[in-house]
T-cell receptor, first 118, second 114 residues
Framework: AQKITQTQPGMFVQEKEAVTLDCTYD???????LFWYKQPSSGEMIFLIY??????QNATEGRYSLNFQKARKSANLVISASQLGDSAMYFC???????????????FGKGTKLSVIP | DSGVTQTPKHLITATGQRVTLRCSPR?????VYWYQQSLDQGLQFLIQ???????AKGNILERFSAQQFPDLHSELNLSSLELGDSALYFC?????????????FGEGSRLTVL
């Protein structure tokens, strides 16, 4: 069975500073994918970044980067130059199991609430 | 805007009642997923449909049911509602031959059971 663990219920970061949100995972599948989603107070789930298990390089999307350490089974999200609008819940998720026709379920962690301080 | 549309955005009802939540996936997406987000359980996968057929089932209660129609919109029916059913219900869709498995989420339907 797959499991995603986010050990930080809440985090604070000063505006313009970088912050790392932790995520560890457990799976027996050699092929898997890891995602980060952002959920602002308005409630919608916003996709941020994806890392495949066979990707040679760490994923980056603008100010977001994923620190992927396969041997340690961790996929930490790094947000550089934090902005007030980054205050939100952040969820780590893992792809699987496969449901056929290119579709998968996602298993989510409990989330980390990030608060950016002016 | 993800392209996934959910209605209603907010719903308040009483215990024992029945409600229907509606979802329209992104144009061209054949898969629809339903998730429940509550404070104590986090995001829980409920059920998935692909092109009208049930494809996977998660932690969905017997009081809950869903279907996907020929026009690909989906409905989640919640009956005999209990206080503990109060949650944010998300619908998500994914591309037909998705490479990464990314899900595109709607804005959610917030259900309050009084």
């Amino acid at each position: 069975a797959q499991k995603i663990t986010q050990t930080q219920p809440g985090m604070f970061v000063q505006e313009k500073e970088a912050v790392t949100l932790d995520c560890t995972y457990d799976t027996s599948d050699p092929s898997y994918g890891l995602f980060w989603y952002k959920q602002p107070s308005s409630g919608e789930m916003i996709f941020l970044i994806y890392q495949g298990s066979y990707d040679q390089q760490n994923a980056t999307e603008g100010r977001y980067s994923l620190n992927f350490q396969k041997a340690r089974k961790s996929a930490n999200l790094v947000i550089s130059a934090s902005q007030l609008g980054d205050s939100a819940m952040y969820f780590c998720a893992m792809r699987g199991p496969y449901s056929g026709a290119g579709s998968y379920q996602l298993t989510f962690g409990k989330g980390t609430k990030l608060s950016v301080i002016p | 805007d993800s392209g996934v549309t959910q209605t209603p955005k907010h719903l308040i009802t009483a215990t024992g009642q029945r409600v229907t939540l509606r979802c329209s996936p992104r144009s061209g997406d054949l898969s629809v997923y339903w998730y429940q987000q509550s404070l104590d359980q986090g995001l829980q996968f409920l059920i998935q449909y692909y092109n009208g057929e049930e494809r996977a089932k998660g932690n969905i209660l017997e009081r809950f049911s869903a279907q996907q129609f020929p026009d690909l919109h989906s409905e989640l029916n919640l009956s005999s509602l209990e206080l503990g059913d109060s949650a944010l219900y998300f619908c998500a869709s994914s591309p037909r031959q998705g490479v990464t498995g990314e899900l595109f989420f709607g804005e959610g339907s917030r259900l309050t059971v009084l």
